[in-house]
């Protein structure tokens, strides 16, 4: 009998683990208690366009591990995973071609008061109208750990999108080739912007950020409202000097071709550049690989 | 500088008295003062205290019944937020009769705009539809053409919710035509929707901030200050979803509704008076001859399926329809 992805997660009690088997699943799922979902083998959830692919909205800690989430569609938030309560640890998973058009977060999205842990996760190819990649908003918190950032598409924040009073920090991540759109197109990689009431902070450090093509702007922070943004430490295009601080400013040399066109290559400013003690002993990159030391910016550890 | 008004006064006590004409000539120019400004009414008062034993007697009434009855407005210069989403604009106060409320509050009042906030006007209507008197207990008419409107922030955040008082005045963006850019009422001399939404923008940053898309259920939450819920309608079985529809709408709660976007394989509108990628006022849910329908209202004030009486956006889907075409529904706390 074929594994029911829904039925397991209808009959699993607070807090189990559900194990998926590898294969392909249809799935617009709500998970609303504390679970783990823990992909055996290649699993890939699929939304088929016909909304979020998961929704969480719990009291308690979902865990997500190896899992792929691809077409998820919604005319709310959150086309890949829409984060409305709760604690969201994700690991090792993929988000891509999902799509959130009428609002934002086409990978991820998380609003309320919610939390999101992501860790050596890539977001590739999602499109939403904000915050392609990911969107936080109101206020909800996310941290993204060596997680690529790759090829989403916006009209504001083609990778990451903070708003209102939310809190966002990238470590040790690639965002490359994310584009935004439209008539008024703001923020590249990076857009953030408050209200006269609350700013949303975002914080990068050990970050590669990278576009082909020269942008309006890259990192953008709304002039009426602005957010509190720190930089530290990565390393930014050529034509981004006046974002100052101690960052790089360069060509990243990603390798540019075959299945992982973001690799370093050894000539690459990012390879050795992270500071001394950056990375524990216990850190890996988005391939699960050893960061070593001193370890280099970016999603990828050269080796 | 002096101002156009002052450069008049100057110009009438130059030859040392005032007669009733010009007397005239000035409450003409105050007039057409863009905006009547406490300023330029104390500038004008000064004046014929200074200069009123130079004035014929008449002169001088025409002038003092001016001063005593002209309200004068406040200017706010509107901040950068307000000003960078278009600049092929002009600013001028709705109008000199003009009202905050016309006739009380309803939906047919809420007329949207030219930018992509379907989900605000079409909010903003199911607010004055389940209950009016929340709107006028945001808006408080300062009386000097400033309005500060009242919100509420960080709900359903956890949290306590904080109240945000935004001031804007009574000016309206309009194009080149001279037709509303913004937010606007059917009665062009009522200000409330425009205020409301001017509000909204300038707190969250900006006309560009809000018009690009949003949840109905997040205008619901800050006005009301009670938590929204929202979901998509697939999640609901369809007579379960009609019933929570007239219960919330019953309870005078407000409820909106939002299509799928115009390319999604889900949904054809063509041809059905629907469109995609919008945003629905939903007024209520009725039972005729044994069908449930969906009461509908498009935030435009116009265009909606035919056989529906006049075209004022107000329309009747029967349920069936509904559940197809509608991709999520918010509902209001």
């Known amino acids: ?303 | 500088m002096p101002t156009r008004i002052g450069q008049r006064l100057s110009v009438a006590v130059k030859d040392r008295t005032v007669s009733r004409a010009e007397a005239e000539e000035i409450v003409q120019a105050a007039r057409a003062e863009r905006k009547w400004t406490p300023a330029l009414q104390g500038e004008l008062s000064t004046f014929v205290m200074k200069h009123g034993s130079k004035m014929d007697a008449q002169a001088k009434a025409v002038l003092e019944d001016f001063i005593s009855s002209s309200r004068p407005r406040a200017d706010l210069r509107d901040p950068l937020a307000l000003k960078e989403h278009r600049t092929d604009v002009t600013w001028t106060p709705v109008g000199p009769d003009a009202s905050l409320f016309v006739d009380g509050i309803t939906a047919d009042d809420v007329m949207q705009g030219y930018i992509g906030d379907c989900y605000l006007a079409a909010g903003v209507a199911s607010l004055a539809a389940a209950d009016p008197e929340l709107i006028k207990k945001a808006i408080k008419d300062n009386g000097d053409g400033t309005f500060t409107v009242r919100f509420f922030e960080g709900v359903g955040e956890g949290g306590r919710a904080r109240q945000v008082r935004v001031t804007v005045d009574d000016d309206v963006a309009k194009k080149p035509g001279g037709e509303a850019l913004y937010l606007s009422a059917r009665d062009g001399k009522e200000e409330w929707p425009a205020v409301l939404e001017k509000a909204y923008a300038k707190w969250k940053g900006g006309y560009e901030r809000i018009g690009n898309g949003g949840f109905a259920s997040d205008l619901f939450q800050t006005v009301s200050g009670r938590a929204a819920d929202w979901g998509e309608v697939k999640d609901y079985k369809p007579d379960a979803l009609w019933k929570k529809i007239q219960s919330t709408t019953s309870r005078h709660r407000p409820v909106a509704a939002g299509t799928f976007a115009d390319n999604d394989p889900r949904a054809n509108y063509s041809g059905t008076g629907v469109h995609g990628d919008h945003f629905y006022t939903v007024l209520g849910a009725t039972e005729e001859g044994g069908v449930k329908y969906v009461t509908l209202r498009n935030p435009w004030g116009m265009d909606e399926p035919t056989g529906n009486g006049a075209d004022d956006g107000v329309f009747k889907l029967p349920l069936t329809d509904f559940v197809k075409m509608y991709e999520n529904i918010e509902f209001g706390g």
């Open chain 1, 1 to 303: 009998m074929p594994f029911d992805l829904a039925q397991a997660i209808r009959d699993a009690a607070p807090g189990a683990v559900v194990n998926v088997p590898a294969g392909a699943y249809a799935a617009n799922l709500l998970i609303d208690k504390p679970l783990r979902l823990i992909g055996m083998g290649k699993v890939v959830l699929d939304g088929q366009k016909h909304g979020s692919v998961l929704r969480v909205r719990t009291g308690g800690v979902v865990k997500l591990a190896g899992l792929m989430l691809v077409g998820g569609r919604t005319g709310l938030a959150g086309g890949g995973v829409a984060l409305e309560a709760g604690e969201l640890e994700m690991l090792s998973c993929t988000l891509r071609f999902n799509e959130a058009p009428a609002w934002g977060g086409g990978g991820l999205c998380v609003r309320g008061s919610a939390k999101a842990r992501v860790t050596q996760c890539r977001f590739e190819g999602n499109l939403g109208r904000q915050g392609a990649g990911v969107l936080v908003d109101e206020a909800g918190q996310a941290v993204l750990r060596d997680c690529l950032v790759a090829q989403n598409a916006a009209f504001e924040g083609g990778g990451v999108c903070a708003k209102e009073g939310a809190a966002v920090e990238l470590f040790g991540c690639t965002l490359a080739d994310n584009k935004v759109l439209g008539d008024a197109p703001r923020g590249g990689a990076v857009a953030l912007g408050g209200t006269m009431t609350r700013a949303p902070k975002v914080t990068l450090s050990h970050c590669i950020v990278a576009e082909r093509t020269r942008g309006a702007s890259l990192v953008a922070n709304v002039e009426a409202w602005p957010g509190s943004l720190a930089l530290t430490h990565n390393l930014f295009p050529e034509w981004c000097q006046a974002l100052g601080g101690d960052n790089r400013f360069g060509e990243p040399l990603f390798v540019g071709e075959g299945s992982e066109p973001y690799f370093l290559t050894r000539e690459s400013p990012a390879v050795g550049a992270a500071q001394p003690q950056a990375y524990g002993a216990e850190d890996r990159d988005v391939l699960g690989r050893a960061r070593g030391q001193p370890g280099d910016l970016g999603a990828f550890a050269f080796l």
